[in-house]
């Protein structure tokens, strides 16, 4: 089995362990896997390209989540299958899909790993794998971007940010249109759109222990003041969250937003950018694969990785 990694020396967990390209095929040869490792300067479209014309069944996405979705959205429709090797700041995928965030205990574990078909969201035309929020976050999403790795007054700086965003933060008046449930307009502070939904329970902050349900998650913030946001926190941890006044939970299988701005800001998967608006959402069922560890993964059981799944993924998958 040859693998094809996409390595970001940006993310998180790579910065600050100081990880290079050289480090990461070393690991990959400590464990006798066959891997390109692919982290130089180039944009991530011209790395992408050459994974795609590589022989490699698997390509690994060694960075965050928004490297993961980045990848994923080229791997939709093909026969590639996408891995994910932890090295961002929150890692959410790869903690959805139970993958070890041990760098190494994750390269050691791929080969016992087996093919899983996930859902896929799309707004606009583009994937995301884990969720979608606009209003007052994608903001402080992008403030806290900038100091990343700065020093305690910076990062002080941002904590004063925080308080004011949230204390000035102004409603906005969105339309909600969808074939699941009442059209209405909403004034929010936030809504978020997620691939199929969050858990609830003690510690499980933005699990999902379903990623193939077929479904998207609709979350509307209201309200979100400073106090409304440590108070979700606490309940987050406390696994109750779900149950506060300040949001609403509904189900969809596709969702228009609009609002009288032609464009608007969005976080997709952690990464901030603009969309025009009105923003059209879909959930693409089993659209994607990826490399789980079946046995310890509750997200979907051992009936979905069977020998057909893994026989377009070449003769060294159809042979383990």
Request: glycine share 8%.
């Amino acid at each position: 089995m040859r693998y094809h990694v996409i390595f970001n020396p940006k993310s998180g967990t790579s910065l600050s362990l100081g990880l290079t390209s050289e480090a990461l095929t070393q690991a990959f040869a400590d464990t006798s896997l066959q891997a390109d490792v692919d982290g130089g300067d180039d944009d991530l479209s011209i790395k992408l390209d050459r994974a795609l014309a590589s022989k490699a069944d698997i390509i690994i996405s060694a960075g965050g989540d928004g490297t993961a979705t980045a990848i994923a959205e080229r791997l939709v429709g093909t026969n590639k299958c996408l891995a994910v090797l932890p090295l961002g700041t929150a890692n959410l995928l790869a903690r959805d899909l139970a993958v070890p965030l041990a760098l190494e205990t994750a390269i050691g574990s791929l080969a016992q790993m087996r093919p899983l078909e996930i859902d896929v969201g799309e707004v606009n035309g583009r994937v995301f794998l884990h969720k979608v929020v606009v209003g007052v976050v994608p903001s402080i999403a992008a403030a806290r971007e900038r100091v990343r790795g700065e020093s305690a007054w910076k990062l002080l700086g941002f904590a004063r940010y925080f308080v004011r965003r949230l204390h000035h933060a102004r409603r906005t008046a969105v339309s909600i249109t969808s074939r699941d449930t009442d059209d209405r307009i909403e004034r929010i502070h936030a809504i978020a759109v997620a691939n199929n939904a969050y858990d609830q329970g003690w510690g499980k902050v933005f699990c999902r222990s379903c990623l193939n349900a077929g479904s998207l998650t609709l979350y509307v913030l209201r309200r979100l003041t400073f106090g409304d946001a440590v108070r979700l926190g606490m309940k987050m941890v406390a696994g109750t969250w779900q149950d506060d006044a300040a949001i609403t939970i509904e189900t969809v299988r596709s969702v228009t937003l609009n609002s009288k701005r032609g464009r608007i800001s969005v976080m997709i998967d952690g990464e901030v950018g603009i969309l025009e608006t009105p923003l059209k959402f879909r959930i693409r069922p089993k659209a994607l694969r990826v490399l789980a560890p079946v046995a310890e993964n509750p997200t979907v059981d051992d009936k979905e990785a069977t020998n057909e799944d893994r026989s377009s993924l070449g003769p060294a998958l159809r042979a383990s």
